[in-house]
Structure formats: C-alpha cells, structure tokens
C-alpha cells in the first residue's frame, strides 16, 4: 500500500471506531426515564361500630378527599343503611344530601359542596363523639367552651349557640338553649345552667367557619 492510500484509509478506521460509541449514548435511556415510581396509598378502615369520632380531619373514615356519592359512602359504611336524599330549608331549592343510617339509628346527614365533593356532615346521634371525646347532650360545664368562643345560630341553627375551639376550627358545637329565643350568644350564666350539646357539624378547612362573628 502506497503513503497515499495509508493516508485515505486512516479517517475511514477512525470514522468506524467513533461510529458505535456515538449510536450507543444515543440509545441509552435518561436515568429518571429508567426509573418507576410507585404512588403512595393510604389505607382507610372502614366504620364498623363503636365510637364515631368527628375530628379536625373528618368524621370517621370520611375525610376532605372523600367523594360525595352513594358507592364511595357505602363502602366507607358497609353495615350502615345509606341512602340520597333531598333537604329544602328557606328560600333556596332543595339540596341533595346523603343519610347514614346504622341500627336504626341516623348517624351522619352529608351535604354536597363544590365540583362533587363533601360539604358538611351533620352528627346529632350516638355513638359520634367529639375531638375531646365529648358526648352529644353533654351540658355546657362538661364541654368547656367561654361565651367568647361562640356565636348565634342562624338558618336550621336559629336559637341555638355555635362555638368553635381554635385547635379544631372544622368541628363546630351545636348547643340548645331550651327557651332561649332572643338571638345573639345568652349570657354564660344561661348557657351552664341549660345550654347541652346536641350535635357536631365537620366542614372541611376551605368551607369551616371560624370565630364567633
């Protein structure tokens, strides 16, 4: 072979050497396209019996993240009697609602909020308890609430007292005041000698009403 051709052949041996390199990197895979990822899941127990907790997550297995519908509550509840219902108060149109029902005892009264999620749940009955534990009728002494921490009912809580505890700002108190029925907060001397508590609203955080106002 003449110095000519040794020097064309030489960009041909380096041209094939680079070549596989070079198709290689490019098949390679980006190393976060190579990895899975797994989503994270969170077991929920459903309610069985015993005590029904309404805390500053919810009530029970419900939570904010918990879907208005007949199926998703039924599975939530699956000894309870669950049912679509239709609520109308005041001028407004009736509102659809979801009753929990369990050994013929009404448990849970579920409105609808916004883009098909929960709203509110009402819990006038036993076995609910509070975030302290508290009982429903429990008197005013027990629960430990300051006239401070509370305002008037109005709308289906008219005359009653709705208090509010900072730690807990999604739990609302509902108390009746048997003959109270000159609107505002009664005075605190009314409210230990008859003021009893008689059901528990959750809201979740967008929608709680906070403060006494």
Not at 176 to 193: I, M, Q, R, S
Request: hydrophobic content about 45%; aromatic content about 6%.
């Amino acid at each position: 072979m003449t110095l000519r051709h040794t020097l064309l052949a030489l960009p041909l041996v380096m041209l094939a050497a680079c070549g596989p390199a070079k198709k290689d990197e490019a098949s390679a895979p980006a190393p976060e396209a190579a990895e899975t990822k797994t989503p994270a899941t969170v077991a929920v127990t459903p309610y069985a019996d015993g005590p029904l907790k309404v805390t500053q997550d919810g009530v029970g297995p419900i939570t904010a993240a918990t879907a208005f519908d007949i199926p998703t509550i039924q599975a939530l509840f699956p000894k309870a009697k669950v049912e679509q219902a239709f609520i109308h108060f005041g001028q407004g149109p009736a509102l659809p609602i979801i009753n929990v029902e369990q050994d013929n005892v009404p448990l849970l009264e579920i409105g609808k909020g916004e883009e098909g999620a929960i709203g509110y749940i009402r819990a006038a009955s036993d076995p609910v308890a509070g975030p302290r534990d508290e009982k429903l009728l429990a008197k005013w002494d027990a629960v430990g609430f300051t006239a401070d921490q509370c305002r008037a009912g109005e709308g289906r809580e008219v005359n009653a007292v709705i208090c509010v505890r900072a730690d807990a700002p999604t739990v609302s108190y509902v108390f009746g005041v048997p003959g109270w029925t000159k609107g505002g907060v009664p005075p605190e001397a009314t409210l230990k000698a008859k003021a009893q508590l008689n059901e528990l609203h959750w809201r979740p955080a967008e929608g709680a009403v906070v403060g006494a106002g």
